[in-house]
């Protein structure tokens, strides 16, 4: 079993920073690709960043330029740096991680969320 756990989040005026951390643990053999997601009041869960464990990187359109997605494998550990924050980026955060649990089997683990909130 992994489990994945956020950390970071919180209340913030718009044009303030946050960054999110997020710490997976368990039975890891490698981890592919770490995302982090959210998910506001009434809407779909939509992606925010990715990154895979070469450094590839995708950002969404709304983050691009403001959010910073960042990875320490040796601690499988993702970050996100967001910077300009706006109303708009109020949401739960949630982390995901496309984890080998061992060379032949590959699994998707979700966080529990974070919560941030951006006033304006």
């Known amino acids: 079993q992994v489990q994945l756990v956020e950390s970071g989040g919180g209340l913030v005026q718009a044009g303030g920073s946050l960054r999110l951390s997020c710490a997976a643990s368990?039975?890891?053999?490698?981890?592919?690709?770490m995302g982090w997601y959210r998910q506001a009041p009434g809407k779909q869960r939509e992606l925010v960043a990715t990154?895979?464990?070469?450094?590839?990187?995708n950002y969404a359109d709304s983050v691009k330029g403001r959010f910073t997605i960042s990875r320490d494998n040796a601690r499988n550990t993702v970050y996100l740096l967001m910077n300009s924050l706006r109303p708009e980026d109020t949401a739960v955060y949630y982390c995901?991680?496309?984890?080998?649990?061992?060379?032949?089997?590959?699994?998707?683990?979700w966080g529990p969320g974070t919560q941030v909130t951006v006033s304006s």
């Open positions: 995901n991680g496309d984890v080998l649990v061992n060379p032949g089997t590959r699994e998707k683990y």
């Open positions: 990154i895979v464990s070469g450094g590839s990187i």
């Open positions: 368990g039975r890891i053999f490698r981890i592919n690709t």
